[in-house]
T-cell receptor, first 113, second 115 residues
């Protein structure tokens, strides 16, 4: 089983719909992250959480919200989806500290029509 | 703040040829450096990292990268590539010390190995 699991893997939806992307991890890491990947732009940080009671905005948080339900679960929501939120979304975890690499899920490909 | 530049968005190379993927960074503080690889339909996987010590670091599959502080670079090299190395490669930096969100990624370089 994967250490970082994202659901769904693919989603197609319409403009204005509310969408939730879920991430769960079995690595026991405190830190969790949501990134968005667009061609030619690399990964951009949306939100991050250092523990259950700590939520922080990243570079591109507008239009997104998150919930850290437990140490192992971190969800990303799009309250009213718009087409320019079409992208590949990744969840990542790390044990903490800048010298610790991040561990990624396989991504959710989201298309908003 | 940190930023990462990967000048080559795409690098085509023939099988068994050498390759270099370039990475330059900008930072007001010292950083840790990482290379990640992304195969199709997968997430990013750590390839190698520089934390301290020897400026030349190696991965288990033949890649190496050299940290050059004066040029603020961390180029990735492989002397002989295989078809299976076809993937996208991302350079990333993380500030030393416990700052904020930690990682800044470059835009990526798509390596295509041709038969």
């Amino acid at each position: 089983d994967a250490d970082v699991t994202q659901t769904p893997r693919n989603r197609i939806t319409k403009t204005g719909k509310r969408i939730m992307l879920e991430c769960s991890q079995t690595k026991g890491h405190d830190r969790m992250y949501w990134y968005r990947q667009d061609p030619g732009l690399g990964l951009r940080l949306i939100y991050y959480s250092f523990d259950v009671k700590d939520i922080n905005k990243g570079e591109i948080s507008d239009g997104y919200s998150v919930s850290r339900q437990a140490q192992a679960k971190f969800s990303l929501s799009l309250e009213s989806a718009i087409p320019n939120q079409t992208a590949l979304y990744f969840c990542a975890t790390s044990p903490g500290g800048g010298n610790q690499p991040q561990h990624f899920g396989d991504g959710t490909r989201l298309s908003i029509l | 703040a940190q930023s990462v530049t990967q000048l080559d968005s795409q690098v085509p190379v023939f099988e068994e040829a050498p390759v270099e993927l370039r990475c330059n960074y900008s930072s007001s503080v010292s950083v840790y450096l990482f290379w990640y690889v992304q195969y199709p339909n997968q997430g990013l996987q750590l390839l190698l990292k520089y934390l301290s010590g020897s400026t030349l670091v190696e991965s288990i599959n033949g890649f190496e990268a050299e940290f050059n502080k004066s040029q603020t670079s961390f180029h990735l090299r492989k002397p002989s590539v295989h078809i299976s190395d076809t993937a996208e490669y991302f350079c990333a930096v993380s500030p030393r010390g416990n700052y904020g969100q930690n990682f800044v990624f470059g835009p990526g370089t798509r390596l295509s190995v041709l038969p």
